[in-house]
């Protein structure tokens, strides 16, 4: 996997945490073709951060995670590796499958997290066992055709993605990853983001 030619582009909208100069130094050491920072000025969402991406990738395949080491780097060789096995659309890491897991969530979030995903298998059937990660691997053109299909905001956008990739025939691999909690900040993780995942969800199972 060494052989990999790669570049890693940093999407921030001006968060508060300093990941904008945490990146600048970054570009300094490794070179501005390995490090893209590309700065937005306010929080406009995640399906505009993926577009806003996926205009400066310039390979084939583009794998997205967080930033904050909840999603961890070493399992980015078992992701191509998997994608290389099955010739995958997409690769998406699973907490709830193998070897993966959840660590430094108290019990009320991993039982909304657990319940959230089981209602959506039985709903929308999948193909997936984990569907509000967003730790995945795609291929470049997926990435974009699934980008313009889905209309979801928040945690939904990511069941959405998987979603319509099963509907649009396009082939899903898993790989086991451990999500740790983010060290550094507040997850948020309220009444409203509740509400709005189940409006979300049942949209979803109205539309597919």
């Not at 990999?4 to 904008?20: A, H, L, M, V, W």
């Not at 070493?74 to 010739?87: C, L, S």
């Amino acid at each position: 996997v060494t052989a990999i030619n790669y570049e890693i582009i940093i999407i921030d909208d001006g968060s508060p945490d300093g990941t904008r100069e945490v990146a600048e130094q970054l570009e300094k050491i490794y070179g501005p073709d390995k490090i893209l920072l590309r700065p937005r000025e306010k929080k406009l969402g995640l399906g505009t951060a993926y577009i806003h991406g996926i205009k400066h990738a310039t390979g084939n395949y583009v794998i997205i995670m967080d930033a904050d080491l909840s999603h961890h780097p070493k399992f980015i060789p078992e992701f191509i590796r998997k994608q290389k096995e099955g010739n995958f659309d997409i690769v998406s890491g699973t907490r709830y499958k193998g070897s993966g897991g959840v660590y430094g969530w108290d019990l009320k979030r991993k039982i909304i997290s657990r319940g959230a995903n089981f209602i959506t298998q039985i709903l929308l059937r999948p193909g997936a066992s984990d569907l509000t990660g967003s730790f995945r691997l795609y291929r470049k053109e997926v990435l974009q055709k699934l980008i313009e299909k889905c209309v979801s905001k928040g945690y939904v956008f990511q069941m959405e993605m998987i979603v319509r990739a099963r509907q649009l025939n396009y082939t899903i691999g898993e790989v086991p990853i451990s999500f740790v909690d983010r060290v550094y900040g507040e997850s948020k993780l309220g009444g409203n983001e509740i509400v709005s995942f189940l409006k979300g969800l049942l949209t979803l199972f109205a539309t597919t």
